[in-house]
Every structure is written in structure tokens, then in C-alpha cells.
């Protein structure tokens, strides 16, 4: 299953070096990984989707990533009310013939081309994973000719359904 | 407790003070006695400023002999073991010494050096990420930035190895940083928001225990040396006797519980007792303290307690649940928690029937082995315990000697046993011989050691005679690398693949050439004979003991089988 995991982390050198080692270590399967600094100076938001097969799995990444030093805080949102965005930038390949069937394919995904040159577009799309892949198999046929995506980044919605509360993994 | 240092002479007067002498004065904060080092170029700056320093200085003959005695110092005192490498070469050498350490759990502050901060990242002579090398086997590590931050990170370091769960922390000083000079530092506070171990149980889980004992008709208590770090060992005593619960040790936990105690159910594992394993199989409740359900004493998962409730203390959240499916979870210190399992005064127990079991067990199913006209290992054990009145500190390496020491030497008191457990790392037990014996200097300490793995930090003979530490070096001699032959025997058809030595040195010569003397012990006479005279003397000796090059350790439990499953338990 995919999971959804927010860090905030220390802003000390090599702390990035120190998660992504650890998931190495750990032996695993993280899909993408994002990181910035937050709305706390000295601070930095990681957010990784990983991929684990059970919960035990799940409990021990929250354990070891909780048990780093410069990590302050680990949150499972997977089930929370969450907002979750990936940027994508994709350059398809595209001629006056194909130009204007790509323009409607945009619009009802809200992407914008942000660059034309003679042979090819590039256009920007945010959103969850699944609209990006979606709207990727989407534009596919036209001939991608460069893609890059940033992963996702992800918080808490403001309000919560109480039933929602985030499920602890301390067991202290 | 603060004595005038110089560094608060220097701080008075405010003049600039160099990153080295920064450095040395926080050691000093710290009340470090002995520092195990190697210099080098990077590290010229510091050794400049230790060369006025009163803080004793080993040197070992091989930066992994220095780090190994660091633990082997840490183990016997439970304070953090001093390493200093230089840069590049240096540091590398001691990696092995902190995976080592990470594994088990042993407070160690090392330091290294670095190349010049400008020069970082150039490929530089003597340059090698250390912080990229170590990441994975260091609870935490840093490299030095600026000369003002070295009061704090010295005393951060101490703080993280030693609190928690303990372990190694790298301090990696670029060469321009402690020969740098800056205007001392305020007192600088730890800043470690992250970092917050849980020490006190929670009360819930404590009373979940309690009753969970109370109700239990096959309890068993699983000690790892998470007791020995808690320094909780009087508790588990007055634990374990209060509710008539039976104890065993994992391989690293020895000494944590009397073994001549009645309680003492002996050592688990994949060598150990078939006492113990069994009582590990049939136990309705299994009360881990300290331990982290390693797979050499936990066999097959699928067939590891199969009937048993399992309560885990550990004071590494991360541990409880990795291995084991845990029913009561107790994040905390296993002294606090041992304290307050104690003072709920559970129910009189109501498990004699499973106390006689394990005593017949005990009775029926000993460590055994054949006598012949050959000398074993296993008599010379009995031997070494009886004539150190099982006293000695006992430093092994890696193999069957290790195994036949574990089994055969009764530790009455902790904090004797010194082994390397989690990453089972050949050459350590010579070097932390000295650490030992330097902990220790009135104690008795064995060093034993296989032929094979003698030789791996062989070079260390030198620092045993400069110190004159009246180590005794025992060699087990099988010419063979015995625990690789014993696999290939049982596992591989007796295809001895590279396991046998077709030449060895003279051990008796060698020892000879560091100026220690030697002796080649070939029978139990001999060994009696020479044992009398030796172990208890005040200097360093070496025993080279043939012993029977055929003999296997058991019981054995084989990889993949469960605790039921031993082999080797009676003759
Ligand atoms: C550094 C290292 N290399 C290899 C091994 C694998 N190994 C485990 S026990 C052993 C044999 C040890 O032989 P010896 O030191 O003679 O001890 P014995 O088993 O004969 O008592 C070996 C090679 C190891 N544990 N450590
Ligand atoms: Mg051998």
C-alpha cells in the first residue's frame, strides 16, 4: 500500500542524506521524496510516499525515522483529510496539426503550456499523483519528449473529521 | 565539580583559543581518563595540544585496535570510549570498530580528521567522506563547521552516546578548524529537539505486566544487556526473585543475572542451553528487558514462542515489534521499569510446577562434551573458571572459542563480559582486552581468542607490553578457523573450503618478539601446571592451547529451525 509521510526535520546539514540512507538501510521502497524549508525557521518538511506491504512495515519506517536525531516529528496522513500536490513539467511534442487537440486536453486538467517553441510544448500541471499520471497516459500518444516531477508535498487540511485523528505510532 | 580548567582561565581573560585546545578542554569537562588515538597529518593541530595534556594517551598499532579498545573500555565502565583517527586513511580503519559498536550498543565518542574546510569535496590527499561512510553505523555524527560550536558538539556527542540507547557519535574536525583560533565561546547549551528518550515506563503498560505475570503459569524473563547499560542488575535481581521468575541471558545480556543463582535458566540462543531455549519455546509470558530479539537467539520466527504473550522493555522504541509480534509495550530505561514492576507487588506466584520443570531440564540437559586423551576447549573453560574463581573479565573474538567461553565461564557479576555480539566482528577481542584491563587495572582479564582471529590484530601485543597490562592472552588453537569448519561440516558435506590453516606462526615466538612471554600448552597437565603459575601474576602472558581440532559447539540450533529444533543436546 502507498503511504504518505510528513517529516519536519532539523535544517542540519546532511539531514537529507541521513533519511534517504536510512530507507536504504531499512531496505525501504520510497517513491518520491520532497523537501523545503517550513514555516519554522531552522526547519525543514520532507514528505515521502512509500510503498510498504503491511503495517508492521509502515510502523517500523515511523519508528526509525522518528528515532533520528534531527527528525522532530513523523506523521502518517495517509487517512487524514489531507491536501496533496505534485508539479509535473512536460514537454510533448507537438506541430501545428496536434497543436490545438493538446490545448483541449489541457483545460479540463486546469495544466498551462508555459512554453512553445516550433516542435514541442512544455506544460505545467499540479495536482494529486493520480491526476498526473492520468493526464501523462493522456498526452503519451503525442510523443513525450521530457517529463520531470517534483513528488508529492502534503499537509493537513485545516479542519479534521473527528473520527480522523491521527493515529499515533508512539507507544510510550 | 567544575575545577579551574584552562579553559576558564582563557575564558577570563578572554584570549583567542584554538579549536585543539577547545577541544581538549571539553574531553576534560567530560572527566575523560584515556584516550585511544593515531595521529596523522589532519589530526596535527589536536596531538600538537595533547602533547601538554595529562589525559592518558594509547596508542594503538592499528586505528581498529584503538577503536576496539575504546569498547572494550566502554563495556567494562559503561562510560564512553575516546577514539581520535586522522583523516582518509585513518578514519577509514575504524569503520569497523563503529559498526561494531552501533551494533551493540556501546557508547563510543570518536573523533576525526578532516582535510582543510577550503579543500573539502576536492578529492585532497587524505580525503574520504566520513560523514557519508558513517551515516549508517553511527547514532549520529557531525562535522565541525566552525571553531565556536566545539564546546557544544563535544558536549552533545557525550550526551547522545551515553543517554537513550547508547552507541557511537563521529566528530569529524577539519584540520583548519583545530588549528583555527577564536574568542572562547559563551557556555553553550545542548540543542538536541529531536532527541528525547523516554526513560520512565508508561504506568498502563507496567500494570498490563504485572498482571499478565500474575496470571501467568510459564513466565520467563529475557535479559539482554540493555539491563547491563541501565545498570540495572540489583533490580532484575530483586525482580525476578520477588515473582519467582526465571531468567535467561542473551549472548550480549551475560552477567546481568547471577549465573549460579537458581533462578538462572542459562544462556538462549543458537548456542545456548537447552534450558533456556525450551523455556524460550514452551513460556506462556515472555518478558523481554533490554533485549532486541536478535535472529541468533531467536531462531525461526515462525517458531519462537509460539504459546507466549510477549511483553518487550526496551528503551529504543524501534526495537519493540521489529522481530517479535509484541503484545505489552514498555518504552522505557529497564532500570525505572524493573523499578516499578516492582513496587506493584504483583500476586504471589502460582508457577512451581514450571520452576521444577526447568530445574529437571537444567538437571537432565547440561553443556556437555566427550573426554578423551585430547585437551577440549570446553575442560580448558572449566579450567579458566575455576582458576579465576570466576572472577576474571572475559574479552573474546569471534567463533567457537567465543561460544565455549559463554557457555562454560559463570558470570557472577556483570559488566565481566566483554564480546562482540551483533556484528560478530573476528580481531576485537585482543584490542579490547586493553580496554579492559585499563577500565579494570585489578582485575583478572582473559583475553581468548581463536588462532584465526588472533591474527587479525595481532599487532596490539605492542601496546600490552609498552603499558605493561598483565593481560592473559589465550589462544585456543584448533589450526583451523573453527566456527567456519564446524558450518562446513555439518552444512556443506565436510568440504573444508579455505578453513583450515596449513601454516601458522609460532604464537610462543611471537609473543617472544613483543617481549611477552609465551607458553605452548598441549595437555591438561600442562595447562594446570601453567596455569598455577601464570593467571594470577602481574604480567602479560600468551597460552598458545592445542586443543582438539575436531571438537563442534553445541547444542547447536541450525539456521532456519526453531528452539525446539536443537541438536547436540545430549552426548
Ligand atoms: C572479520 C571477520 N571475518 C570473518 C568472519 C567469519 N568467521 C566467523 S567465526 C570464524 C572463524 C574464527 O576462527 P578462529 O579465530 O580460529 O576461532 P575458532 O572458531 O577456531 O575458535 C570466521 C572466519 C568474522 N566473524 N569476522
Ligand atoms: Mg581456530
Redesign the interface.
Known amino acids: 500500500m502507498k503511504r504518505i509521510i510528513t517529516l519536519t526535520v532539523m535544517n542540519r546539514p546532511g539531514v537529507l542524506n541521513r533519511i534517504t540512507n536510512l530507507f536504504s538501510k531499512r531496505n525501504y521502497n520510497i517513491e518520491s521524496i520532497s523537501v523545503g524549508y517550513s514555516e519554522q525557521e531552522g526547519m525543514s518538511r520532507i514528505t515521502c510516499v512509500v510503498h510498504v506491504d503491511n503495517d508492521g512495515v509502515l510502523e517500523q519506517i515511523t519508528k526509525q525515522l522518528n528515532k533520528q536525531i534531527d527528525v522532530i516529528k513523523v506523521m502518517d496522513i495517509t487517512e487524514q483529510s489531507i491536501v496533496a500536490r505534485e508539479l509535473a513539467l512536460i514537454k510533448v511534442v507537438s506541430n501545428s496539426s496536434t497543436r490545438n487537440e493538446i490545448y483541449s486536453l489541457i483545460q479540463p486538467f486546469r495544466a498551462s503550456v508555459i512554453d512553445v517553441s516550433k516542435d514541442s510544448l512544455v506544460i505545467q500541471l499540479t495536482g494529486e499523483s493520480d491526476k498526473v499520471e492520468a493526464f501523462i497516459e493522456l498526452i503519451k500518444p503525442y510523443g513525450i519528449k521530457e517529463l520531470a516531477r517534483t513528488g508529492t508535498t502534503a499537509f493537513l487540511r485545516g479542519t479534521q473529521k473527528p473520527s480522523q485523528a491521527i493515529k499515533p505510532y508512539s507507544i510510550v | 565539580m567544575l575545577q579551574e580548567t584552562a579553559f576558564t582561565k582563557m575564558k577570563a581573560e578572554n584570549e583567542p583559543i584554538s579549536g585543539a585546545e577547545l577541544m581538549l578542554e571539553a574531553l576534560k569537562k567530560e572527566q575523560v581518563e584515556v584516550i585511544f588515538g593515531y595521529p596523522g597529518g589532519a589530526v596535527l593541530p589536536i596531538y600538537d595540544k595533547l602533547y601538554d595534556s595529562k589525559i592518558l594517551h594509547i596508542l594503538p598499532r592499528h586505528e581498529q585496535g584503538g577503536i576496539h579498545a575504546a569498547e572494550g573500555y566502554s563495556r567494562v565502565t559503561g562510560k564512553p570510549g575516546v577514539v581520535i583517527a586522522t583523516s582518509g586513511p585513518g578514519a577509514t580503519n575504524i569503520i569497523t570498530g563503529l559498526a561494531d559498536a552501533m551494533m551493540d550498543s556501546l557508547p563510543l565518542v570518536v573523533f576525526t580528521g578532516q582535510v582543510a574546510t577550503g579543500v573539502i569535496g576536492t578529492d585532497a590527499f587524505q580525503e574520504a567522506d566520513i560523514?557519508?561512510i558513517t551515516?549508517?553505523i553511527t547514532?549520529?555524527?557531525y562535522?565541525v563547521?566552525s571553531i565556536e560550536d566545539i564546546p557544544r558538539i563535544v558536549k552533545e556527542a557525550f550526551y547522545?552516546a551515553t543517554s537513550g540507547r547508547p552507541g557511537p557519535v563521529l566528530i569529524d574536525i577539519p584540520k583548519d578548524i583545530a588549528a583555527g583560533t577564536a574568542n572562547v565561546p559563551e557556555e553553550q547549551e545542548i540543542v538536541?529537539?529531536?532527541?528525547q528518550p523516554?526513560v520512565q515506563p508508561?504506568y498502563l503498560q507496567i500494570r498490563k505486566l504485572t498482571e499478565a505475570v500474575s496470571r501467568a503459569k510459564k513466565p520467563v524473563i529475557l535479559a539482554g544487556a540493555g539491563i547491563l547499560f541501565s545498570e540495572g542488575y540489583e533490580e532484575l535481581k530483586q525482580y525476578a526473585e520477588q515473582q519467582s521468575l526465571p531468567v535467561v541471558h542473551t549472548l550480549l545480556g551475560l552477567g546481568g543475572f547471577p549465573a549460579e543463582h537458581p533462578l538462572f535458566a542459562g544462556l538462549a540462543g543458537m548456542h545456548g542451553c537447552y534450558t533456556a531455549n525450551m523455556a524460550l519455546y514452551e513460556c506462556d509470558l515472555l518478558i523481554n528487558i533490554g533485549a532486541r530479539f536478535d535472529d541468533r537467539l531467536t531462531g525461526n520466527l515462525q517458531h519462537f514462542a509460539p504459546n507466549a504473550t510477549v511483553a518487550h522493555i526496551d528503551i529504543?522504541?524501534?526495537e519493540?515489534?521489529?522481530n517479535v509480534?509484541t503484545h505489552i509495550?514498555v518504552?522505557a530505561d529497564a532500570k525505572e521499569a524493573l523499578k516499578q514492576l516492582i513496587s506493584q507487588e504483583g500476586k504471589p506466584p502460582v508457577h512451581q510446577e514450571w520452576l521444577d520443570t526447568l530445574n529437571a531440564w537444567k538437571k537432565e540437559y547440561p553443556y556437555f562434551y566427550k573426554e578423551d586423551d585430547r585437551l577440549k576447549p570446553q575442560k580448558v573453560m572449566e579450567m579458566l573458571y575455576e582458576k579465576t574463581k570466576g572472577e576474571a573479565i572475559v574479552v573474546t573474538d569471534v567463533g567457537q572459542h567465543q561460544m565455549w567461553a559463554a557457555q562454560y565461564y559463570k558470570f557472577s557479576k556483570a559488566n565481566r563480559w566483554v564480546t562482540s555480539g551483533g556484528l560478530g566482528t573476528m580481531g576485537f577481542g585482543l584490542p579490547a582486552s586493553i580496554g579492559a584491563q585499563l577500565a579494570s587495572p585489578e582485575s583478572i582479564v582473559l583475553s581468548i581468542s581463536g588462532d584465526g582471529g588472533f591474527q587479525m590484530c595481532t599487532q596490539e601485543l605492542a601496546v600490552i607490553r609498552e603499558q605493561n597490562l598483565p593481560i592473559k592472552i589465550i589462544i585456543l588453537n584448533n589450526s583451523s578457523l573453527g566456527m567456519v569448519r564446524q558450518w562446513q561440516e555439518i552444512f556443506y558435506e565436510s568440504r573444508f573450503s579455505h578453513s583450515k590453516f596449513s601454516s601458522q606462526p609460532d604464537f610462543v615466538k611471537l609473543a617472544d618478539a613483543f617481549g611477552i612471554k609465551g607458553y605452548l600448552i598441549e595437555d591438561e597437565a600442562q595447562a594446570e601446571t601453567i596455569f598455577n603459575e601464570v593467571l594470577t601474576n602481574n604480567e602479560p602472558v600468551l597460552l598458545d592451547i592445542r586443543i582438539d581440532p575436531d571438537e563442534n559447539v553445541y547444542p547447536m540450533i541450525a539456521p532456519g529451525k526453531g528452539h525446539h529444533e536443537m541438536v547436540g543436546v545430549k552426548p
Do not use: E, F, S
Request: net charge positive; no cysteine.
Open positions: 560523514l557519508g551515516t549508517p547514532k549520529y555524527n562535522q563547521r547522545v538536541l529537539p529531536g532527541y523516554t508508561n529504543d522504541p524501534a519493540i515489534g521489529k509480534q509495550p518504552v
